[in-house]
């Protein structure tokens, strides 16, 4: 009986199309050297740019061949791992894949629940990375600890342009952790702290008041926390100035 290692090309053509993306882009790698020549020449894998694995339940250990496979893939641009419970420790995997990663752009982690540890591996990467444009971190609990990892890294990356923190408990020391790093952050053009958040008075004159300084930023969603309407309304027209606000919402 013959291994999948010594088939003909085009019989393993023919297996590989039965194979979900996933499958194809974790599982048949580095198996052998002459299965990474054919899977490289594999049209399906060459032009692979968007894999959505939205709630498909591969936890963190799905998150670490994911991870292996992402290393040195050069066609991934876009990557969908919502609702996945990949945890910290996925996180943790993920994060040290793009340390090397120079393709992916989009990675979306909303609801992994990968806490403020997993947000701090994140944040690493984020000082050293330099191709990631958009990063969704959304219900994910990270809370003021993670919301201070986070803004640590925004004042030294310089390609994120859009980052989603909507419902992780950051509060008015996440707010303020975040709107100290905008007073120094140069790329990012839009900020989702919006929903569950508890951002109050205090963290959203704080998130205003760095908006002086800020000259990048043109959409800002704190929607539904709980700062006061008047309050939020006089902010907004002491901030406006060279900003458009046009999508700022009020709870």
């Given at each position: 009986m013959r291994s999948l290692t010594t088939l003909p090309v085009e019989l393993v053509y023919r297996i590989l199309d039965h194979l979900r993306d996933f499958d194809l882009f974790c599982s048949m790698q580095n198996v052998s050297d002459?299965?990474?020549q054919i899977l490289y020449t594999y049209h399906p894998y060459r032009t692979l740019t968007t894999l959505d694995l939205n709630r498909k339940k591969i936890g963190h250990k799905g998150a670490q061949h994911l991870a292996d496979a992402i290393?040195?893939?050069?066609t991934l641009t876009t990557l969908n791992l919502e609702g996945n419970d990949i945890g910290h420790q996925g996180a943790q995997h993920l994060a040290n894949a793009l340390r090397i990663n120079t393709t992916l752009t989009t990675l979306?982690?909303?609801n992994n629940y990968i806490r403020d540890e997993g947000a701090q591996h994140l944040a690493d990467v984020l000082r050293i990375n330099t191709t990631l444009t958009t990063l969704n971190l959304s219900y994910n609990g990270i809370g003021h600890e993670?919301?201070?990892h986070v803004a640590d890294a925004l004042r030294i990356?310089?390609?994120l342009t859009t980052l989603n923190l909507r419902d992780n408990d950051i509060g008015d020391e996440g707010a303020l952790h975040v709107a100290e790093a905008l007073r120094i952050n140069e790329t990012l053009t839009t900020l989702n702290l919006s929903f569950g958040n508890r951002i109050g008075d205090e963290g959203t004159q704080d998130l205003f008041g760095a908006l002086q300084d800020n000259t990048t930023l043109t959409t800002l969603d704190l929607s539904y926390n709980g700062f006061r309407?008047?309050?939020a309304e006089n902010l907004v027209d002491f901030s406006l100035g060279q900003y458009d606000m046009s999508d700022y919402r009020r709870i």
């Open positions: 002459r299965l990474n290393r040195f893939n050069a979306d982690l909303s993670g919301a201070l990356n310089t390609t309407h008047d309050r």
